[in-house]
Nanobody, 118 residues
Framework: QVQLVESGGGLVQAGGSLRLSCATS????????LAWYRQAPGKQRELVAA???????NYLDVVKGRFTISRDNAKNTVDLQMNSLKPEDTAVYYC????????????WGQGTQVTVSS
């Protein structure tokens, strides 16, 4: 089974930037969509950004203009560039993939912590 492994989390001051990367153990084209979710303490997991196989993207309203999702087909990675970070962006960020023709995200990474200090 294909696995997803995140990297790039850490501690950053408000206004700073971080880049998260998600490496797939197989071909990135085995997924019809790849996404980044996040979950803050005491809150539900929410979809931050998604990238469909055809290239369409969608973003959580509060991150539009600050976050960018992209993929590198040769490296089989999907990245999340996060700029102008805010303390409310603090969460565990998860990479997720929809394999084959599935409509739900069925493959998940282990998560990476992002902490934004004020």
């Amino acid at each position: 089974q294909v696995q997803l492994v995140e990297s790039g989390g850490g501690l950053v001051q408000a206004g700073g930037s971080l880049r998260l990367s998600c490496a797939t153990s197989g071909s990135i084209f085995s997924f019809n969509a790849l996404a980044w979710y996040r979950q803050a303490p005491g809150k539900q997991r929410e979809l931050v950004a998604a990238l469909l196989r055809g290239g369409n993207t969608n973003y959580l309203d509060v991150v539009k203009g600050r976050f960018t999702i992209s993929r590198d087909n040769a490296k089989n990675t999907v990245d999340l560039q996060m700029n102008s970070l805010k303390p409310e962006d603090t969460a565990v960020y998860y990479c997720a993939g929809r394999s084959g023709i599935r409509r739900d995200y069925d493959i998940w990474g282990q998560g990476t912590q992002v902490t934004v200090s004020s």
